[in-house]
Nanobody, 123 residues
Framework: QVQLIESGGGLVQAGGSLRLSCAAS????????VAWFHQAPGKEREFVAS????????NYADSVKGRFTISRDNAANMVYLQMNNLKPEDTAVYYC????????????????WGQGTQVTVSS
């Protein structure tokens, strides 16, 4: 059974940092693109960042470029999202998603999802 488990969320002041982790439990993890999305209350789930299987390609939403970094460790079946210079507008539930079959920025492209981890940034 495929599982994605996020961790690392919490409450942080504006300008602070958090590192989110996503632990994956499926075979051939290194073959698949993994992405992070976030969903703020009352809003649609939105793309944040993605990384392909061998980490040769990454993509970021314009709102996080230069502040967030996505990375992965295929040996450990882990994906990370380093978030620096956090802003109140980054407050959302952050989801890990895997196995892409369409455009990287569409939530409908991903087959597997985690349960999410809450990130709250206070001003």
């Amino acid at each position: 059974q495929v599982q994605l488990i996020e961790s690392g969320g919490g409450l942080v002041q504006a300008g602070g940092s958090l590192r989110l982790s996503c632990a994956a439990s499926f075979r051939s993890f290194g073959r698949f693109t993994v992405a992070w999305f976030h969903q703020a209350p009352g809003k649609e789930r939105e793309f944040v960042a993605s990384v392909n299987g061998d980490s040769s390609s990454t993509n970021y939403a314009d709102s996080v470029k230069g502040r967030f970094t996505i990375s992965r460790d295929n040996a450990a079946n882990m994906v990370y999202l380093q978030m620096n210079n956090l802003k109140p507008e980054d407050t959302a539930v952050y989801y890990c998603a895997a196995e892409r079959s369409g455009p990287y920025y569409l939530k409908s492209s991903y087959r597997y999802w985690g349960q999410g981890t809450q990130v709250t940034v206070s001003s």
